[in-house]
């Protein structure tokens, strides 16, 4: 029998609350211990849409804290949404307390131009 950690059981409640359609897909926030990505899905086809993680920004952000990197992923997702005429999202946490660096994220996102 397999066990579920507290998180497993937090994101799968939060899952079953939120789904990302193709007008409004939902931005995951995995956060790891180095470093952070995040994702806008299309659940209705299972798709993702478009991705950021902190491979993808400048040396001199990587040079930051995971907080700043952070909210500098969530101005590159907002770019990248735009580019794909994404305007609103839904925001997933991922069973992680909303503070740090996916608060950072989010505002990062909402930055960026993303509506929540």
Same mark, same amino acid.
């Given at each position: ?26 931005? &995951?926030?995995?956060?790891?211990? %180095? ?10 086809? +299972? #798709? /993702?849409? =478009? ?30 949404? &735009?580019?794909?005429?994404?305007? %609103? ?10 503070? +740090? #660096? /996916?608060? =950072? ?12």
């Amino acid at each position: 029998m397999k066990q579920t950690t507290n998180k497993q059981s937090r994101k799968a409640r939060i899952r079953a609350k939120i789904s990302g359609t193709a007008a409004r897909p939902r931005l &995951s926030v995995s956060r790891g211990s %180095a470093t952070t990505l995040l994702q806008l899905i299309d659940d209705t086809l +299972g #798709r /993702v849409l =478009a991705s950021a993680s902190e491979r993808e920004l400048p040396a001199s952000e990587k040079k930051k804290t995971k907080t700043e990197r952070a909210y500098a992923l969530g101005l590159l997702i907002a770019q990248k949404a &735009s580019t794909k005429g994404v305007a %609103a999202v839904v925001f997933d946490r991922g069973g992680n307390a909303y503070h +740090g #660096r /996916v608060r =950072a994220a989010a505002d990062g996102a909402r930055e960026g131009g993303l509506k929540f």
